[in-house]
Every structure is written in C-alpha cells, then in structure tokens.
C-alpha cells in the first residue's frame, strides 16, 4: 500500500499549482483522503480532506484558494492550489487521515515572493 505526491515545483507568489497523489496496492475511492504540509522548523497540518464522496474540508490557511477533488476510477486525489503565498512553501504529503501509512517522501512547494 503506497500513496505518493507529485506535482510540486517552484512558482511565483499568486501562482498555481496542482498536486497529484497516486495511491496502489488498494482500492481508497472510499476513504477520505487527506493532503497535509510541513513547512521548514513546523508539524505537519492537514490542510484538506476529501471524503470518499467527494466533500471537502479545508484549513482556514487555505480555505478559498485550494481545492481538493478526487478521480476514483484512477485511484487518484488532487490538490488544486490557486493564489500561492510564500507562507505555503512546505514539503505536501497525501494520506489516510483515520489509518495513517507510510509518509513517503511527498512533493516539495516552494512558493516565491
């Protein structure tokens, strides 16, 4: 059982991204699934979940610039992050947030000013 994110890069403040997370080894398209950041010295926070029906819920930090949404006939989760700030450059991590597994190495974002 393995999830791993992608999609991570350098972008400008105001800049977008989209974070992809490919999950094998088992069928999620029931789980919620979660997308969580570490910045540089902080814990890592959840920042979206996204249930197995599709409902999201976000952090107030990113509430109204990302979104999550899911694909379950390719096992996939995406994050959809608009108007970036530089105080969103962390290390994003997708996972299972009621049965936690491996972290993985998770996708790096760096957002400039």
């Known amino acids: 059982v393995q999830l791993q994110a992608s999609g991570g890069g350098l972008v400008q403040a105001g800049g977008s991204l989209r974070l992809s997370c490919a999950a094998s080894?088992?069928?999620?398209?029931?789980?919620?699934m979660g997308w969580y950041r570490q910045a540089p010295g902080k814990q890592r926070e959840l920042v979206a979940r996204?249930?197995?029906?599709?409902?999201?819920i976000y952090a107030d930090a990113v509430k109204g610039r990302f979104t999550a949404s899911r694909d379950s006939a390719k096992n996939m989760v995406y994050l959809q992050m608009n108007n970036l700030k530089p105080e969103d450059t962390a290390v994003y991590y997708c996972?299972?947030?009621?049965?936690?597994?491996?972290w993985g190495q998770g996708t790096l974002v760096t957002v400039s000013s």
């Open positions: 996972n299972l947030p009621y049965s936690l597994i491996d």
């Open positions: 080894g088992s069928d999620f398209s029931r789980n919620t």
């Open positions: 996204i249930s197995g029906g599709g409902i999201s």
